[in-house]
């Protein structure tokens, strides 16, 4: 059995991933491991941005978000049968060292950022050309 990684930011492109890699991991009997990550802001725009709480946690917040991003696309008990990773890092490069051993990759084809007319984000574009296993980007 192998191992499917997709990546899961909550953006629509995202959800449509997740729904490809699990009907795909149904056919192959690959699980499927969904990765978030995060990072700090650059720093010229933490200097722009008020002080943050002392419990602010980016990490709670970004497996808060996986977790309802998967709940909303799956349900509890869809979400439940997933793996969940949240690293801290750039998006690329997260799912790259996740992508290692990995059966497939599955990316949505526009993240949360971006120029909605480009045909891939950035991220997209930079793992169909670095990932160490085969790639599928799911468009809308």
């Known amino acids: 059995m192998g191992r499917i990684v997709v990546g899961v930011d909550g953006s629509e492109s995202s959800i449509k991933a997740l729904h490809w ?6 056919l192959t009997g690959d699980f499927v491991e969904a990765v978030n990550s995060w990072e700090y802001p650059a720093t010229s725009w933490a200097s722009m941005m008020p002080g943050l709480p002392e419990d602010f946690d980016p990490q709670a917040l970004a497996t808060v978000s996986l977790n309802e991003a998967l709940e909303e696309a799956l349900g509890a008990e869809g979400a439940a049968a997933i ?4 690293v801290i890092g750039n998006p690329t490069q997260a799912l790259l060292e996740r992508a290692k051993g990995a059966s497939l990759l599955v990316v949505g084809a526009r993240g949360r950022s971006g120029f909605a007319a480009t045909l891939l984000g950035s991220v997209s574009l930079h793992v169909t050309q670095h990932a160490p296993c085969p790639v599928t980007v799911v468009r809308a």
């Open 21 to 26: 890699a699990v009907r795909q991991a149904e």
């Open 83 to 86: 793996s969940k990773i949240v």
